[in-house]
């Protein structure tokens, strides 16, 4: 187990870096930088000489320090060699100019890793029973219709679902069931502990649900394929027929050889989420890890844009490695090895 782990931090720290060494040269290649930025400014529209030479000397400052003049292999080895140096990637260019970029994400991160969390435990708390139920019972009006209704679900864009949910249950809309915006109610010093704790629960409900409800839809349905597989398999006849009581079978026999699919799934679960996060808190207005994605990136922030890319690759690559332990976890016969 030792020597597989180590194998495998060393394939990951290589495989960081090739992610690293293509995303910075995808940036570079882009149009535009930093000092181009509608929200660094130029200096090309100030009023006076002495402004506009303020600007190009504040662009020029700008375009050495994050290495804009030097060729695209040397601009990265002069990054790396920094954020190995330092043990952080900088400041930020554009976003919040002068803050450590370190610090930038560690103060949206908490928020993206709530919304994340709640989503991954609804996913897998109802994707799983629903999955089961349907595998028990194929062909029956509860599959038929749960089918139905997941791949409705499924072809939904998130976009569409989140306008539509504000435009229908949020304030100013239909039905003002829950907040506009935001994860956190107005004045939570007036509210007692539990209306608070209601009222947190509202701003949640929707940002968790336009997250959970794509990959609850697929998940299900992997659940139910995995499980029709293994529930007529000869051992899980032979328990029956030992008289097991039906619950042992399907949760102990059944599920266990079951979960190696959901596992599989988990890994990419993890990225899939951070990425989706983007576009609902962008439209809930949260301000979590995907807002920042998409300010850096609207605002060609490179340091920040370097560093969002490297927690997004370590996520996959921890979400890969996470789900090979949980194989041998759900199947002791499976042994993880440094051969090979």
Request: hydrophobic share 50%.
């Amino acid at each position: 187990m030792l020597e597989y782990l180590l194998k495998r931090l060393i394939l990951a720290i290589f495989t960081l870096l090739a992610i690293l060494m293509v995303s910075y040269a995808l940036l570079r290649m882009a149009p535009g930088d930093p000092t181009r930025s509608e929200i660094f400014g130029d200096g090309a529209s100030a009023g006076t000489v002495s402004s506009e030479n303020a600007g190009l000397a504040r662009n020029s400052a700008m375009r050495e320090k994050l290495h804009l003049d030097d060729p695209v292999p040397v601009g990265f080895w002069l990054w790396l060699k920094q954020v190995v140096r330092h043990g952080d990637f900088g400041e930020s260019a554009v976003v919040e100019p002068g803050r450590p970029v370190t610090e930038l994400i560690l103060s949206r991160l908490p928020v993206t890793v709530k919304l994340n969390f709640l989503a991954i435990l609804i996913t897998y708390g109802i994707a799983i029973p629903v999955g089961i139920g349907s595998a028990l019972h194929p062909g029956g009006f509860g599959d038929r219709l749960s089918g139905t209704f997941l791949f409705i679900l499924y072809s939904l864009p998130v976009m569409w679902v989140g306008l539509l949910l504000q435009s229908l249950l949020c304030d100013g809309g239909t039905w003002a069931v829950f907040p506009l915006k935001g994860l956190s109610p107005d004045q939570p010093d007036r509210l007692s502990i539990w209306r608070l704790q209601w009222e947190t629960l509202r701003c949640y409900a929707l940002p968790v649900f336009c997250l959970a409800y794509g990959g609850l839809a697929g998940l299900s349905r992997y659940a139910r394929g995995s499980m029709l597989e293994v529930i007529r398999s000869d051992y899980v006849r032979t328990a029956r027929a030992k008289g097991a009581p039906e619950c042992t079978v399907v949760w102990h026999h059944a599920f266990r050889n079951a979960l190696i699919t959901l596992i599989t799934l988990f890994g990419g679960l993890l990225p899939s989420l951070v990425a989706g996060s983007v576009i609902v808190e962008s439209i809930f207005n949260i301000p979590g890890m995907g807002n920042l994605s998409l300010l850096s990136l609207s605002s060609r922030d490179y340091p920040l844009q370097m560093a969002l890319f490297c927690f997004a690759g370590a996520l996959t690559l921890a979400g890969i490695l996470l789900a090979d332990l949980l194989y041998v976890a759900a199947d002791p016969r499976i042994k993880l090895t440094g051969r090979g």
